[in-house]
């Protein structure tokens, strides 16, 4: 199953199924604040291109950074394709 970050996403999207993947764990933005870190990331899982009826969300901490999805939006404005693992950090 590949891990796979879609950038420029509203917080309130689900996370895309990635249909030239099939299995997927899609992620996206979430803009919820821990004390000054964003560190949440939308998450949804996809098999065989379904969603699987199972709502979460997933905390990713990057060392120095303290908002995640815009670290993982400017890797993929800098060339990234969003399939983990992340490149650089």
Do not use: H
Request: aromatic share 12%; charged share 25%; net charge negative.
């Amino acid at each position: 199953m590949k891990i796979v970050y879609t950038p420029d996403r509203s917080w309130r999207e689900v996370p895309p199924a990635k249909p030239e993947f099939g299995d997927v764990l899609s992620l996206s933005s979430n803009n919820w604040d821990d004390y000054g870190y964003k560190t949440t990331l939308n998450a949804k899982i996809y098999i065989n291109n379904q969603p699987i009826s199972f709502d979460f969300s997933i905390k990713l901490l990057i060392e120095d950074i303290d908002n995640t999805a815009i670290k993982l939006d400017e890797l993929c404005k800098d060339g990234w394709d969003g399939i983990f693992p992340i490149p650089n950090v």
